[in-house]
């Protein structure tokens, strides 16, 4: 499905997962795996420099590989045989030692960890992006008032800077946890035939510590053949951000309706177009990020089953892994890579905001008049009494305004100025710039921090 790649995985992790990246992470693994036996006397060093000179991916036949998958039941077996039979041709004794005490899935699974570890680097970049993108938009409207909507209907004002600012929030968790589980995730599959090196005597946890500071990878406790928690915790990282990428895609999509149009996506040549209707301007980036978002729950739940794995090495839960995990991912990334673009050159219209205020003729602002008069009649009482004014409002095609200017116990207890300021919108905004301030001076502290340590 390449045609659709530049749509919907446009990210640059795309190429973590191509069949060349896939190959040169298990070589990857052999060539490291010779040099660290080397460096423990388990194998000659000479035979470890002719393996690791042939681990380059274009040396290897792929289409060969992938017809060869179908009989061996994974890809590392061919892979394995034409790797031994390379080095042969350039070193028969060297060839003895290619793949000296490892599994398949060794070389698979480590192979992957390496993909990963690319993928959640490039992540990591766009989502600093994104995050800044965040920060300028949201510097740029912290006040720009309009209509917070429940249930999809009008509830009370809002800022922009705040709607914006709950993303962000979520955001800089997610960056958060990425930070924290990049050591525990990225973790070397080293255990042999049944996950106990046998074959390397009693020099596999030694080997273990070795190849893991070479591949600068996590030095795993023990194998983690059938054991694949740290593999959902990428998944499930890269779900979760996906749903907060698609909530913020679906309220924008909202926003740019017709009927709305607070906001729109950014404008370039064809972008948004309709094949027949010419004044049509779709969101498209928001259909991009909405389309990850319901893939890939069902992506994850996959891999969730796949966990049930039997003994010592899995059947058919490790294989459900190969093509889903990576799929979740450049799905994940691609939607992330969209939304950076979408927020950076988000168009913001603040007069439509102001004029969607005004749609309910003042029933918005009923909550404000309500808790004013409250503290003088309680809460309840007058919560009800301001009920039967909006209701009499929308009855009669009045402003809530006018109705209730002309209510005795409303004006017994408020200025006609006073009744004004309660229905501005503007002044009902309670903790919106606090909460919006909070986020952005901890997206400021927490960026200047990331960079101190890169």
């Not at 007069?351 to 309680?378: C, P, S, Y």
Request: charged content about 15%; hydrophobic content about 45%; some cysteine.
């Amino acid at each position: 499905m390449e045609l659709l790649t530049p749509l919907l995985r446009s990210s640059a992790v795309s190429a973590c997962f191509s069949d060349a990246a896939t190959l040169q992470g298990m070589l990857d693994f052999e060539a490291a795996l010779a040099t660290a036996q080397a460096g423990l006397g388990i194998i000659p060093r000479e035979a470890a420099q002719q393996i690791a000179a042939v681990c380059h991916h274009p040396a290897f036949d792929a289409a060969d590989l992938a017809q060869a998958a179908a009989q061996a039941g994974n890809l590392a077996i061919p892979l394995v045989k034409q790797l031994t039979a390379r080095v042969a041709q350039q070193d028969a004794q060297a060839a003895r030692f290619v793949h000296w005490g490892a599994t398949s899935q060794d070389a698979l699974d480590t192979g992957l960890v390496l993909q990963l570890r690319h993928a959640l680097a490039l992540t990591h970049s766009d989502l600093e992006r994104l995050i800044a993108a965040l920060v300028q938009q949201i510097t740029r409207h912290q006040d720009c008032v309009l209509v917070g909507r429940t249930w999809m209907q009008h509830a009370l004002p809002t800022t922009l800077g705040l709607k914006l600012a709950g993303t962000l929030d979520a955001l800089l968790r997610y960056r958060q946890r990425l930070d924290e589980m990049r050591p525990r995730v990225l973790a070397l599959q080293l255990g042999g035939a049944a996950g106990t090196l046998a074959s390397l005597g009693e020099r596999g946890a030694e080997l273990v510590t070795a190849l893991a500071a070479g591949l600068q990878l996590t030095a795993a406790q023990t194998p983690w053949h059938s054991q694949r928690d740290r593999l959902l915790e990428i998944a499930g990282w890269y779900a979760g951000l996906t749903g907060t990428l698609g909530k913020l895609a679906r309220d924008i999509s909202l926003l740019t309706q017709t009927e709305v149009a607070e906001v729109a996506e950014p404008t370039a040549a064809g972008r948004g177009g309709s094949s027949t209707m010419p004044h049509k301007r779709n969101p498209v980036a928001c259909a991009v990020i909405l389309s990850a978002a319901n893939r890939v729950p069902a992506l994850v739940g996959g891999l969730y089953a796949a966990m049930v794995q039997e003994h010592e090495r899995g059947l058919g839960g490790w294989h459900a892994e190969w093509e889903s995990l990576p799929e979740l991912v450049m799905l994940a990334a691609g939607a992330l890579h969209t939304t950076g673009d979408l927020v950076a050159g988000l168009q913001v219209f603040p007069q439509r905001m102001q004029h969607n205020l005004k749609l309910t003729d003042g029933l918005i602002m009923a909550e404000a008049v309500t808790m004013a008069l409250g503290e003088a009649i309680g809460r309840q009482p007058a919560h009800q009494h301001i009920e039967k004014q909006c209701h009499q409002a929308l009855a009669q095609g009045l402003t809530l305004h006018e109705v209730l200017l002309d209510d005795p116990l409303v004006m017994a207890h408020f200025t006609a100025q006073r009744l004004n300021e309660l229905l501005d919108p503007q002044r009902y905004l309670g903790s919106a710039r606090h909460f919006t301030q909070q986020v952005l001076q901890r997206a400021t502290a927490s960026t200047s921090e990331n960079h101190r340590h890169e």
